[in-house]
């Protein structure tokens, strides 16, 4: 199972509408494990995360003024890509490295998305 990335809009009466996707896009932001055993990771919160590791105990909601602080969590985890691959104690491939580049780019350009339509961010 994997944990999906979507990009969603208040409507006005407070309901959440996600995005159309087309069927072509890559979508997961990892595999569910990584709830707990990469986003969630005390490693990840001892970077300075706080939204990826919501992750570890239900879906995040990242509401659409929250997507700029989120957008610079998910860069500062890109920078330190290596760090995160010894520091949540997964085997450390260079598969693994490419997979975790990937999700976190795949999040970037949902926060993209948000931004360039008012809405936010969900993972789950």
């Given at each position: ?11 006005p009466d407070g309901t959440r ?7 072509d896009v890559y979508q997961s ?31 995040l909601y990242v509401e659409a ?60």
């Open positions: 199972m994997s944990l999906l990335v979507e990009v969603f809009v208040r409507e509408r996600i995005l159309h996707v087309p069927d932001g990892g595999f569910e494990s990584w709830r707990t055993t990469v986003w969630g990771s005390a490693f990840v919160r001892s970077l300075g995360a706080r939204f990826l590791p919501v992750l570890a105990h239900k879906d003024e929250d997507v700029p602080e989120f957008q610079r969590e998910v860069a500062l985890l890109r920078s330190r890509l290596d760090e995160i691959a010894d520091g949540t104690q997964r085997p450390r491939t260079v598969e693994e490295h490419r997979d975790h580049n990937i999700r976190l780019r795949i999040i970037e350009d949902s926060c993209r998305k948000a931004l360039e339509t008012g809405g936010g961010v969900l993972i789950w």
